[in-house]
């Protein structure tokens, strides 16, 4: 499965960006994705997940509120839409998926993973 994440760029603190994840196959849906991050000089960590089905998704604590995920299994496209951006969201995301629908935190757990999409929030 080849992940392709889209949307980053620039926004202002308070505004919003959505990102978007495409899969090459349809076998991606039935794959657990989440959303990691990678701030500079910070480990990556996790933001958000969402089962194969749509059904349950988990977030990160400071994103809780704030950003969505979500997921069209016929486009084969999971989205991340982020509101209310503050510099601290500052970062390249990627999209992983996971084969065995753990919806887990750790990036080892993650099979597949996009190429990263730079989001840069401007105060």
């Known amino acids: 499965v080849q992940l392709q994440a889209s949307g980053g760029g620039v926004g202002q603190a308070g505004g919003s960006l959505r990102l978007s994840c495409g899969a090459s196959t349809r076998t991606f849906t039935h794959y657990a994705v989440s959303w990691f991050r990678q701030g500079p000089g910070k480990e990556r960590e996790f933001v958000a997940a969402i089962s194969w089905d749509g059904e349950t998704s988990y977030y990160l604590d400071s994103v809780k509120g704030r950003f969505r995920i979500s997921r069209d299994n016929t486009a084969k496209t999971v989205n991340l839409q982020m509101n209310n951006l503050k510099p601290e969201d500052t970062a390249v995301y990627y999209c992983?998926?996971?084969?065995?629908?753990?919806?887990?935190?750790?990036?080892?757990?993650?099979?597949?993973w996009g190429q990263g999409t730079l989001v840069t929030v401007s105060s």
């Open positions: 992983a998926a996971d084969r065995f629908d753990r919806r887990s935190p750790l990036p080892e757990d993650y099979d597949y």
